[in-house]
């Protein structure tokens, strides 16, 4: 049921010795589609939100479970060669807690490797977080029509696909006794990719709460038939419909003159489509899968050529030094959308490239990023930076040309508004124009939208504190010298000179970061070498990274708490330049995960020396295994130091 709702895939929701076959040729699922399946989030954040969805998921688990306890076919089943179920998903099915199946055709044929893996752990990550168990399914059978006429389901998808006959398919629904139903505003019937398909459902609900009470009521009829809701693309990617829609007849001509049949038209068709559509089909789909929320990544995106001195000093006076050149790409943007993708948490990154000799390769190189929505400009060259740096990986000298970052204009940031309305989280980079910035900080004050900024460098740093924008933002993540460059703009006072021993370092930090915490939720100084210094509110001998979690209460306080970096000797070092980004990058995956801050740090300094021991500004060895909270668990960790507590009275505003 990935591409669409009925005709597509499969719907077993109850083992076929229960529904009088025979038998099953031996296949290695995963789990069993028992109760929801989701295309969308929907259903997932119903969970969470409405509790009558949660009540319907519960009453649905305990009749299944009932029927596999008082069932010898269905334990033979469960515990036989035929069927695998995952010991937590059996667990939950015997408890009566709420299952989500998620249907895999689009991440083992639409996707390629690693997005793929991304955005399955991403999608159960989601249904997890919204307190139900997931239960991804593989190598099921094609009855998606007949099995919703016969099963108590509720399936959330996303609209037929478009090669089927959708006429016939709600004629054929109707007569097994399934109820239909469009979400949203229009009751109009979606055909995937695009939010019209000519025909008109049966039922409509307009938001969570209607099909909530929609789901309680079809099912509580216990007339044994199943509950279809279709949900449309988001409006703002609906102008692809007829693009994506043209390449589909495109890629069914080319399926027919290969005469490609059967089982296999839907993975040719689903690859042809990210071909014939350069990721758009693929994007859409992404968003579908996560119900239109989704990370947005404001930023730059850099060719680098890196230039790596072989000896310990660097000679001037036009003389040649040995060393090393090699091209990676980078800008800060790119880099947090990077290491965000490699950790299962894929945004969607809004940047500027020009159609030029770069932009082949920088594709290429990001194929495992949503790049999709990137301007792709003529006339425009791709931003690209040089730096030399010394044998020890320290920035000597950098020389870049990014006027194109100009381009990321609030005008082209606009277009996403709903995307960004609706976003977990949203970051942007210092290299994004001031009238973006202040657009940005408009909608989250209007949303409460949690908005990170990453400085970038000294000069761009202080950007969205040249007015008062500054004061919708959530998180920044400064190194000290971008931490001065703030408060001089905002006209605090400022040390003679910056300090270099580590406790100096510290204090110099959390009097710099002070006069911010009257507005901003957490400021996390990047100490280099040093590692990591959190300021922000404490309950419980925990910084709080979470907006809203300790606001109103009284025993919360303001202190900081410095993370001392994983010992990474200079030999080791491959490129510094990527560290920073990797830093917050994995701090925010496992915010987003919902981990304690000490585990979401630690992520980040996991990312971070991963980074620079690499030549690339983030490591390709970045992942869900290498950056997790499994691993976080396994190494022994330095003693966290927390320095002081900061007086209220020491804050402006408080």
Excluded at 148 to 176: C, F, H, M, N, W
Excluded at 199 to 213: G, I, N, T
Excluded at 383 to 405: K, N, R, W
């Amino acid at each position: 049921m990935t591409s669409g709702c009925p005709g597509t895939a499969p719907v077993p929701t109850q083992p076929p010795s229960m529904r009088g076959h025979p038998q099953i040729p031996p296949c290695d699922l995963s789990c069993w589609k028992w109760q929801c399946l989701g295309l969308t989030s929907i259903t997932s954040r119903t969970i969470h939100r409405h509790k009558m969805i949660r009540k319907t998921m519960f009453s649905l688990g305990r009749h299944v479970s009932s029927m596999a306890r008082g069932t010898t076919q269905v334990r033979r089943l469960l515990h036989g060669g035929y069927v695998r179920i995952h010991p937590s998903v059996q667990e939950a099915l015997v408890e009566g807690r709420p299952v989500v199946a998620l249907e895999s055709t689009i991440i083992t044929h639409g996707m390629a490797y690693p997005l793929n893996l991304s955005m399955a752990r991403e999608v159960e990550e989601i249904v997890r977080t919204n307190g139900a168990v997931p239960a991804t399914v593989a190598l099921d059978v094609s009855a998606d029509l007949t099995e919703l006429g016969r099963t108590p389901v509720a399936v959330v998808a996303a609209g037929a696909k478009s090669i089927l006959d959708i006429g016939r398919t709600l004629e054929y629904l109707e007569t097994q006794g399934v109820c239909v139903a469009a979400f949203g505003e229009s009751r109009e019937f979606p055909a995937f990719f695009s939010r019209q398909s000519g025909f008109q459902a049966p039922y409509h609900v307009r938001d969570e709460e209607e099909a909530a009470k929609l789901i309680d009521s079809a099912l509580g009829l216990g007339l044994g038939s199943g509950v279809l809701i279709a949900v449309p693309c988001p409006q703002e990617r609906a102008a692809q419909g007829q693009a994506i829609e043209e390449a589909i007849q495109q890629a069914l001509s080319q399926a027919r003159s290969k005469g490609i049949t059967g089982k296999e038209v839907t993975p040719f068709l689903l690859q042809k489509l990210v071909e014939l559509t350069d990721g758009k089909s693929l994007d859409s789909s992404i968003l579908l899968l996560n119900g239109g929320k989704k990370k947005v990544v404001i930023g730059g995106i850099n060719v680098d050529f890196i230039a790596k001195a072989q000896n310990p000093d660097i000679l001037g006076g036009g003389q040649t030094n040995a060393g090393r050149v090699r091209r990676t790409f980078g800008g800060v943007g790119r880099n947090l959308a990077d290491c965000l993708s490699r950790l299962g948490r894929a945004p969607l990154l809004l940047s500027a490239v020009g159609k030029d000799e770069h932009l082949e390769s920088v594709l290429h190189y990001c194929h495992h990023m949503d790049m999709s929505s990137i301007l792709q400009l003529e006339g425009k060259s791709t931003a690209t930076y040089c730096a030399v740096i010394t044998s020890a990986g320290e920035l000597s000298v950098g020389l870049g040309d990014m006027d194109i970052h100009h381009q990321i204009t609030e005008q082209y940031v606009s277009q996403f508004k709903e995307s960004l309305c609706q976003a977990p989280l949203v970051c942007m980079d210092g290299n994004v124009p001031l009238s973006t910035i202040q657009y940005v900080c408009q909608l989250a004050r209007e949303h409460q939208l949690a908005v990170c900024y990453e400085p970038t460098d000294e000069n761009k740093a202080s950007k969205p504190f040249l007015s008062d924008s500054w004061k919708a933002l959530t998180y920044i993540s400064p190194n000290l010298q971008e931490l001065r460059a703030i408060n001089r703009t905002l006209g605090n006072p400022l040390p003679a000179e910056l300090p270099s021993r580590l406790e100096d370092v510290v204090q110099a930090a959390v009097a710099l970061a002070c006069p911010l915490l009257a507005h901003l939720h957490c400021v996390v100084v990047t100490l280099g070498a040093h590692g990591v210094l959190l300021c922000g509110k404490s309950l419980g001998g925990s910084i709080s990274l979470y907006p809203g979690t300790h606001e109103q209460t009284a025993a919360a306080r303001l202190c900081a708490a410095h993370y001392p970096a994983i010992p990474i000797g200079r030999e080791e070092i491959g490129n510094v330049s990527g560290a920073g980004d990797s830093l917050m990058a994995g701090m925010l995956a496992g915010m987003l995960a919902k981990h304690d801050t000490g585990t979401c740090v630690r992520m980040g300094l996991l990312a971070a020396s991963l980074s620079l021991r690499s030549y690339e500004p983030i490591s390709p060895e970045i992942s869900t295994s290498s950056v997790s909270q499994e691993q976080v668990q396994s190494r022994s960790w330095p003693e966290v130091k927390r320095p002081l507590s900061l007086a209220e009275e020491q804050i402006p505003g408080v």
